[in-house]
Nanobody
């Protein structure tokens, strides 16, 4: 019922920008937080940025000052504006929705998007 649909990935040169978006579809009563994670080839998935329902944000040290996470609470959509991209930002970026509740008092579940490739050339 609940799906995360990502878009915005692509190939850019170092110093360029990309804007990722992720929309949570289906009926959703509430979400605790949404965020972005990334996984480079041969490496583990790591947190990039998160934003809570209250608007609090958290960033990995490696992206602070360059990336900005935002959300549209009504549309259950989260965005990641990525500026000053570096080759080390190359990875598959995954959208995450944490603590999703589809009805009042219902159980909370986590959902993941399919991933979108971001490639930054030097």
């Amino acid at each position: 019922q609940v799906q995360l649909v990502e878009s915005g990935g692509g190939l850019v040169q170092a110093g360029g920008s990309l804007r990722l978006s992720c929309a949570a579809s289906g009926f959703i009563f509430s979400i605790n937080a949404m965020g972005w994670y990334r996984q480079a080839l041969g490496k583990q998935r790591e947190l990039v940025a998160t934003i809570t329902s209250g608007g609090n944000t958290n960033y990995a040290d490696s992206v602070k000052g360059r990336f900005t996470i935002s959300r549209d609470a009504v549309k259950n959509t989260v965005y990641l504006q990525m500026n000053s991209l570096k080759p080390e930002d190359t990875a598959v970026y995954y959208c995450n929705a944490e603590g999703v509740r589809v009805r009042l008092g219902g159980k909370k579940y986590d959902y993941w998007g399919q991933g979108t490739q971001v490639t930054v050339s030097s």
